[in-house]
Each structure stands twice: as C-alpha cells, then as structure tokens.
C-alpha cells in the first residue's frame, strides 16, 4: 500500500491552515498534517448556528476571522500557540478502524503518548476529549467525512488565551461572561501550564510524527503542489460565501404567515456529545419544518438533512418523534458519538420530556 504523506507546514494564514485539511480529502491524498495559523481566529462546527454561538460584533472589532468547518464540535479559538494535526485518509483504507468511536480512541494514542513524553500523563475521554489524570481538557478532537475521505483533527495545546475565548463566546448577559471565562480556566489546561515553560515547537512535533508513524507506518514528508493550492484557493469562495457561513440560522420559511395554530418553538438539549438545538415550525401539532443545529458530531454529515427531512410531518409527541428518529438510525448507517435518539427527542420536546 501506497505510504501516507507528511504535510509539516509551520504557519499558514489561517484560512490554509483550516482549508488544507479540506483539499486534501475531496484530491483523496492521504496523510498526516501539522501546521499552525498565522493569525487568530474562531472556527464554528458544521453544525453550529453562527449567530447563536459567537459574540460577532466582537470578533469585528477584535479583528478575529471566523471560520466554519465542516467538522462537528463547538466553538474554539486558535492561534499559532497549537500545533494543529489532521490526519486524512480514504474510507476503505483498511489501517484505521470503520466505527467512529473507534477512530477517536486509535488516532488519539500519538498525541496522549507525544504528551507523556514530555511529562503529562493523559488519557482519551468519551467522547472526544483528551484530558490529563488530574481532568482537565488539554486537546479537543473533532472528525468528518468529506466525499470520499475520512478526516480527523485535534492540536497540541502549548499555550491559550482563555480570555479571547470566553470574549468570543455568545452569552445571556455580560455578567455570564465572568462564569464562562472562569469555567474554561478551571477546565482547559495547556503544556506550558502543565510544565510551567514550553518545550521547543520542533521538538513537540518530531516526537508527534515519530509516534503517528509507529502507528500509521512511514510518512512520506512532501510539500504543497501547486494543485492543492489551487483547490484550497476555489474552497475559500465557498468557506467565505454567506451561504455557508450562516447555513444553520433558523428563519420563518419565506411565504409561510404565522397564523392560529402555526407556531415557532425553539428547545434544546445538552447531551453527552454536546448542544443540540432545534428549531420548529408546529402546524397543529405536527412538525411542519425543523432545523437541528448544535456542537454535537454526526456521521455523515449530509445525513443531518435526512433526519429533518424524515422529521416532517411527525406529530410533536413524544413517542411518535422518538420512534421516527430511531428508525431512522435503523435505516442508516447514522453515528452520533455521545447522542442517543432519546437525546434528539429531548432537543425537540424539551429536556423534561422524560419526566
């Protein structure tokens, strides 16, 4: 079998260093990415709400990009203080497992084994966490299929700004803010906090691709073409375009009047794997549109829009929503790390709809 490549990158603009990883899978060029931004920015999951997730007025007036991925997960900032890793590879190379709480699990070991080497234990939590012995998150890990490659990513935290991040973050009210920043403090942890001093950046990423490689085999060091350039350069049009960008803000469907018995309901639900959120249109009883939204992850993403399609024209009970969704995942091959059917019913119905 053809060896995997080796993208070590150092800084790119911060576009490239999220775009890279989305050439390389729809050109299906397997391999290991390392690589920094340049600049700093907040990057979304595909399946956030935008406005619903991120203070944008403040990114505007911090000058701080906001990127959407086509990854599941929830809002994070990232500066040239992580060390980003992108591993990507076709669905049916037969090196990495098929389930997606397996790939977590396997393509976790060279980032936990990379920190122990330099004196923090850690260990892989469900459901795509790495945390350290003592709890605290030191790396987030986020997956997607994109056409016919699999993609997984994560980063290796030598410093953060805990402060930018709780900024950037949409709040209640500015008194929540103080909460959020706290909160992130408490659970988020970094090398140079661990250590108290920073390992040299070349150091941390040699023993990173000697560990991937003890894994994956030898990797192939190449630089970018001129054709992956190319491909990053026509994604920018769509990754920048408002389409894309604010493709999960829910709205009252255009020529649809508000009337007795037509109703906007808005619940959500914050499940092991993450923040759902849904977003109704209810036409005497009965789910005439739904928006589902959130920083959950799903597999394959273009199966999110199947879901809310079989959800059209349920009643909104409980036992009828709940027998949809699971027939769904019956008739799919649908994976929801740390996202049970129930937990969809309950983003729906509201929380207390077990009670």
Known sequence: ?????????????????????????????????????????????????????????????????????????????????????????????????KRVSDIYKFLSVPPIETYGEFGIQTKFREVNDIVTTQGRKIAGLGGADIDDSMVFVGSMMMDFDYETMSKAIKVPDEKFRDKVFKTIEENVTTMKRELDRLPPRQMIIDELVKRYEAQLGKLTPVKLTDDIVQKMTELAVWFNSPEFMYRKTPQVPKGVKIKEGVELIYEMYKAQGGLIRSAQEVQDNRLNDIDLSGDFSLYPKRELGELESALKGTDREKNDITSTIEGFYEGTEIETPGVKPKDITKAIMGAGSDD
């Open 1 to 97: 079998m053809e060896k995997m490549h080796l993208f070590d990158l150092g800084e790119l603009p911060y576009q490239q260093s999220m775009l890279i990883f989305h050439s390389l899978a729809r050109m299906n060029i397997e391999g290991l990415v390392l690589v920094s931004p340049q600049n700093p920015f907040i990057s979304i999951g595909y399946f956030q709400n935008l406005e619903k997730e991120v203070d944008v007025e403040y990114c505007k007036k911090k000058g701080l990009p906001i990127f959407r991925r086509e990854v599941g997960g929830g809002t994070v900032y990232l500066d040239k203080d992580q060390i980003f890793y992108h591993t990507i590879w076709n669905k049916n190379n037969p090196i990495f497992p």
